[in-house]
C-alpha cells in the first residue's frame, strides 16, 4: 500500500477517493439550453451547456433574470424527466403563467415563500442534507438581492431605523453552508440578483449582499437590455449577457439575446454577429446575407432566423471550432514555457 492509499485509509470522511477515482472529479453531466448562444455563456462552447453548480443572474429591475433562471431550470427538467424544481420566492413577482408560458411542469415544482434569509438558510440546509448524490434537482432563488435579514425585520418590529449591518455576512454564511453541497450532490443552484453602480469615479457594476454571492458562484451574468424597435414602434427588448465570472467562458463575453413581445425568444440570438465575424454568414449585398457555403441563396435579416438557415452554420465543424477558439477559457498547460524563460534567465 502506497503512502498515499494510506492517507485515504485513514481519512475519517466517507467520500474520500484517489483523484482518479473521486466522483466529484468525474466529468460531470451538462445540461443542453434551447437556446445556442446560451450554451456560450455556461461553457464557451455552442455544443456545450450547463454545468452543475452556483450560477447567479444579475441585473437592475425588469431585466427578465427570473426567465433566464426558468429557461435553465426548463432545459434541466427536459434533461432529467425525474428532475424536481424548488423555487425559493421572497419577491413574487413570477405568476404561475409565467411558469407555463416558459413550458415549466407544475407537477414538478416546489414553491416555497420565504421572508428572511435565516428562514432561506435553515430550509434549504434540510432540503440539502436529505438530497443523495444522483438526485436531481435544480433549486432557483428570486431572489437573493431582495431578501432581508432576521434582525432587519425584528428592528422594524420594535421601531428602529438603523441600519442592518448582519445581512451581507448572513448571505455569506448562507452561501459558505450551502455550496459544499451543491457539489457534493451534483446539482444546480441559479440565484437572481440586484446591482447598483459604484460611486468611484469610474462606477462599476456590482451585485448587492456583499462578497459571499461572488466568491461561490461558478458563474455570475450580468444582464442589460436596449429597446428592439420594429419602425418606430417598441417591439421587444435586446438583452445583453455580460459574463463576469466563468470557470469555462472567457470573462468580458458578450452574448446577445433577442426577447419580443409577441414572438417571445428569439432562439438564434447572438449567433449572426458571431457568424459574421468568422465568415460562415457573408453580406450580398446591404440587406441581404448568405451562408458561405450557399452563396447564390440570400436572404434579409430578419429571414436569417430560421431552422433552415441556421442547421449548415451549426452542424460546421469549423464553426463549432471557431465559437470555442473565440470564447472557452484554455485549459493548456499553465507550465508550458518555464523550460524557455528558465534556459532564457540562465544565459543573462
Known sequence: MSFAEKLKARSTIKST???????LFEDRGVVPLEIPAL???????????????????????KHFKTLFALLCAKSYMNEY????????DNEFGTPSD??????????????????????LKHDMLNQLRACTRGDRLVIIVDSIGNIASKKELDDADEGKTVQDMTRAKQIKSLMRMVSPL??????????????YQTQEM???TVMTGGTGVVYNSNNIFYITRAQDKDGDDLAGYKFTITVEKSRFCREGSKIGIVVGFDSGINKWSGLFDMAL???????????????????????KRKAT???????????????????????????GSLMANMDTISTENNNV
Request: hydrophobic content about 40%; cysteine-free.
Open 81 to 88: 424527466p425525474d428532475a424536481a424544481l424548488l423555487f425559493y
Open 277 to 299: 465575424e468568422s465568415g460562415h454568414i457573408v453580406p450580398v449585398t446591404k440587406q441581404t446575407y448568405a451562408v458561405a457555403k450557399f452563396p447564390e441563396k440570400t436572404f
Open 17 to 23: 477517493e484517489m483523484l482518479k477515482d473521486s466522483l
Open 182 to 195: 451543491i457539489s457534493i450532490l451534483d446539482i444546480s443552484l441559479i440565484m437572481v440578483n440586484h446591482v
Open 305 to 331: 432566423d430560421t431552422k433552415e438557415f441556421w442547421t449548415p452554420i451549426l452542424t460546421d465543424p469549423r464553426f463549432l471550432s471557431w465559437i470555442e477558439n473565440r470564447y472557452i477559457i484554455s485549459n
Open 39 to 61: 450554451n456560450i455563456a455556461f461553457s464557451g462552447k455552442l455544443d456545450g451547456g450547463m454545468k452543475m453548480g452556483v450560477t447567479t443572474f444579475a441585473g437592475p429591475s
Open 202 to 204: 469610474y462606477s462599476k
Open 98 to 119: 409565467y411558469f407555463k408560458s416558459v413550458g415549466i411542469d407544475m407537477n414538478r415544482t416546489v414553491h416555497t415563500p420565504i421572508t428572511d434569509i435565516e428562514q
